[in-house]
């Protein structure tokens, strides 16, 4: 897993930076109810998705939680009073106390099938009854997008999807989260090209793939063999899923 310390200086800017962060927030917001309430960004990074969910909703109190101390300190200079460290396993929040949790690029990160559901049930807690949770689903595969760099990489080793959206709405339907409903938003300027590729595979992104291991070279060489070397291929769709909290009685 990346070091996401020492990634959030660098964070916005490679990954599509304020047109992604606006169709993410655009497509977060289609699935909430326009009422005013609080809002909780779970894993809110660099603030840059959740300080625009804020300015688009000014009935909505939005707070930002992330971890990593380096993406606590950039959002907070984004939304000022609105952020706290937090672990997304044990939120700093009373049962019930929110009317709107989302994790957006969170769940993927979560190796261990156990966190995921422990997560999930976590923003089940802390979720008012008719409350609504937001999160991305199969992110890996968002950037499947049928490319000659897709076919590369086709027969590379994966891990089982954390992610996956049938997984996360089991976890959801165990602690009272029914479907709600499903959006997609393009990743502007995610697409990638061989050589951001091959750079992605020595970084360790690939993460059954190891920098500097003989199969991971293999790929790399495979990567510079095809044309248009600096060319980007189409952005990645990324998918999210939305779920009520059962009205109590």
């Known amino acids: 897993m990346l070091d996401y310390e020492e990634e959030a200086t660098r964070y916005d800017a490679s990954r599509g930076g304020e047109d992604r962060a606006e169709a993410a927030a655009r497509a977060v917001l289609g699935l909430i109810p326009d009422t005013p309430g609080h809002l909780l960004d ?17 009935g909505l109190r939005v707070t930002g939680a992330d971890l990593a101390s380096a993406m606590v300190r950039m959002a907070a200079a984004r939304m000022p009073g609105a952020v706290v460290r937090a672990d997304s396993h044990r939120l700093p929040f009373r049962t019930g106390s929110v009317d709107a949790v989302t994790t957006v690029w969170l769940l993927h990160l979560l190796r261990n099938p156990e966190d995921v559901r422990a997560v999930v049930a976590e923003c089940a807690r802390v979720l008012r009854p008719g409350g609504v949770h937001v999160t ?80 991971t070279e293999e790929f790399a060489t495979r990567l510079a063999r095809l044309p248009d070397q600096d060319r980007r291929r189409a952005d990645p769709r990324f998918s999210l899923r939305a779920f009520r909290k059962a009205e109590a009685g």
């Open 42 to 58: 779970v894993a809110c990074g660099t603030g840059i998705v959740t300080r625009r969910l804020a300015a688009a909703r000014p």
């Open 136 to 215: 991305t689903v199969d992110k890996a595969a968002a950037h499947d997008v049928g490319s000659d760099i897709d076919a590369v990489l086709a027969s590379r080793p994966r891990r089982p999807a954390a992610d996956a959206a049938g997984t996360v709405t089991a976890h959801a339907a165990r602690h009272g989260l029914r479907p709600l409903g499903q959006a997609s938003f393009t990743g502007a300027g995610q697409g990638r090209s061989p050589r951001t590729t091959i750079a992605d595979l020595r970084r360790g992104w690939f993460t059954v793939l190891p920098p500097g291991e003989p199969r």
